[in-house]
């Protein structure tokens, strides 16, 4: 080992990431950790649960992604990271336990269930690819089951589609299952008809979207309308139950074989050793203007696990790749230049969400726009953020293809084999 | 229902597929029943395992499939069969019973681990796409755990990967691990020596690809060992037990973290109600010249399943794709015109097998050749094979793409999230 000062890095998502491209590979020894050894794309991860992308195609080996040339020198280590001990400064994993001088946890969000019994055990979510891939199996299956299927009630049940949160996710995977109705159900599966497959969109609040403009909510809903989404605002869920019973506050119930839960997300967890940081709503770890956690010592939190209440975001920043991506980027530079050090101000680039095939949202600063041109717009901007040449070629490939065919040949029930798994195997 | 005769196909594989496609829609009903929603590729299975292609890229979702002209009115059900009722003609799956006037049992062959104790919870397999995603899994695994481990004796457990069986997949997988630690190791894990890991591919036999010639056997063994492949002819594995050691017939022991085993095959068994079929070794159906069942009526068994001894072939065809692919054609050209009806008869177009880039053998009836010339043209029939023009498109682009990067981004360790699995729930 050098005598370089240690960093580890939790999370090799955008924060992580940008923050390794940009630190100085002189001056610290680098080693990143994550649960995956791929850097992954979640602003796709719909187009997994909706058969428009190869899981692979939008993941990144990250061992390939450490060759580059910003990367050379950082180390891998593969690993869930259980426990951080403060005092001793290490983290422990099911693999091993690392020493740090400077930690940066970078670990992102996760679910949140809002404590809704039986929730995480029976509805699909769209957090990280193994997520998207298991919701990709779940609605194929319900299309299998219901094409056999003579009772009607349970037909109805199969072939209901409930997706509970109205943020850009949920607008995403509602349009991509309104269009499966359309163009591919009514091609694949004679004996189910389009009009026997609902797909319900239940968003608490009063609007979509609403963390973009009036204009892009507006929009939005009227394209899902046309897709044949049926829409509900002011609709908050109370429970699910063993019937597929879906029940909201307000007494209304829908009755939904498969429900997608994209309502919530709540930081991921450590088990801290020593003093414990603080945390805010949502458990995100308060951090200062320099993203150093609060009441611990040399520990820093970037992306959508931190939260920075600034006069422009009292509840802090909110939780988006460009926010990530900027604070992983200043961080490093503050390390690399602690005397030029500079506090981090959010720059909002805009945001965007898109509605099926030809529809989207784009709000920049001062302009909105929708439809074709902002489509392709999302289409651009994703293509170029996503890592690796062939990965761009694969899904863009796959854009095109689907475009001019309106469907896709990835409509596959897939899993490993059921044989004893391997992370199992590995840590016996 | 219409008054037409009721043909159910049970496996859309190659044999199955072929007889689909040849059948005659206007005099038959035709329904097929398979466990998988998609058609797989079983000779680009060990590609899957070796990080070469994407799991989805060599499989095709069978309801698109059936939308191409040859195969309009041919309906899908997605389900395993269990049961075979040869008194009520009917054939059970886990969501349905369906009726049959004509059965095609196409439902190919499974492991055989020759009842070695635990061996089937134990080794990785290469007979379905899950089981070679697995596979995947497995491997990338032992390569991270390595890649911190300090202890030699683990590390070098870890690092041995022993590929069981000398057979086509058994080289095909052997010879991709033998690039991988060339190519892959020594450039993306840095704690990782290429001669730490040790590649061993053990043969019952006493040469590899035994049925084919010994001008490949002599090639396929030259190039093996020039990847550096540890390659042992005459062992038979006796035993694999809990300390990863495997042990053969003569005594001699491996320690391997990973067992690949490819050293046998039996057929895909169903439970029969009413008479049942009479079977050969290895499972196999007993049909005869026009693969009907012995011992049955109206049951008709195509493919690696079936058994059908001629004089050229007195153990039965060999269990090849093409022997699949004529069959079927010749079973439905059968079927279509009954007073027509043909023998069966193979016709050998000859078989090939690849050993790593620029490496191949191939023999055709009369001329056995074999390097880069044989490499492209397996490469070439592989990819005309393939179904779907998307699928030929990302396979060949991945193939060229690490052809001059000399690597691939595929090396994910991925799986659905282990909530409840999709089938349970859709079964309760």
């Known amino acids: 080992m050098s005598s370089k000062q240690r960093i580890v890095v939790i999370g090799a998502g955008f924060g992580g990431l940008s923050f390794i491209k940009k630190i100085d590979k002189r001056n610290f020894d680098i080693t990143v950790v994550d649960r995956n050894n791929y850097h992954s794309f979640p602003p796709l991860f719909y187009q997994i649960a909706s058969c428009g992308l190869e899981p692979m195609s939008i993941s990144f080996p990250m061992r390939r992604e450490l060759r580059s040339k910003k990367m050379r020198g950082v180390s891998f280590c593969y690993g869930e990271v259980s426990c951080i001990d403060t005092l001793n400064r290490t983290i422990t994993t099911e693999y091993q336990t690392l020493h740090y001088d400077i930690l940066v946890i970078a670990a992102g969000t996760t679910n949140n269930f809002f404590d809704i019994e039986n929730l995480r055990q029976r509805v699909c979510t769209l957090k990280s690819t193994s997520q998207a891939i298991r919701t990709r199996n779940e609605i194929l299956l319900k299309l299998e089951r219901a094409a056999i299927e003579h009772d009607p009630d349970l037909r109805r049940r199969l072939l209901t589609f409930a997706v509970i949160g ?5 607008v995403e995977i ?3 299952l309104g269009e499966m109705k359309r163009y591919v159900i009514a091609r694949e599966y004679p004996s189910i008809s389009p009009d026997e497959v609902r797909v319900i969109l239940a968003e608490g609040s009063g609007r979509l979207l609403h963390t973009m403009s009036e204009a892009s909510s507006e929009d939005a809903l009227r394209d899902l309308r046309k897709l044949m989404v049926d829409v509900r605002l002011n609709k908050t869920m109370r429970s699910y139950d063993e019937n597929d019973l879906i029940t909201f506050t307000d007494g209304d119930t829908i009755e939904a074989g498969t429900l997608i839960w994209t309502a919530g997300i709540t930081a991921e967890t450590f088990n801290f ?3 414990a940081p603080s945390q805010t709503s949502g458990g995100r770890l308060s951090v200062d203007e320099y993203n150093k956690v609060a009441g611990t010592e040399g520990i820093y939190a970037i992306g959508d696990i931190a939260c920075h209440s600034a006069p422009a975001w009292p509840k802090g920043c909110p939780q988006l790749a460009q926010v990530a991506i900027q604070q992983g980027k200043r961080l490093a530079e503050n390390l690399n230049s602690p005397d030029r050090r500079r506090p981090f101000v959010y720059n909002d680039k805009g945001s965007m969400a898109t509605i099926g095939r030809n529809r989207a949202v784009v709000d920049l600063r001062h302009v909105h726009f929708s439809g074709w041109f902002a489509w392709i717009t999302w ?29 896709s040949s990835l409509r596959l029930i897939m899993r490993p084999s059921s044989n004893p798994s391997s992370s199992n195997k590995i840590r016996s």
């Open 174 to 176: 509602a349009g991509a």
């Open 166 to 170: 109205g943020g850009p996710t949920g």
């Open 273 to 275: 050793k020593g003093s």
């Open 379 to 407: 289409m651009y901007i994703h293509l170029i953020s996503l890592l690796g040449m062939r990965n761009k070629a694969v899904v863009l490939l796959n854009w095109i293809w689907s475009y001019f065919t309106f469907s």
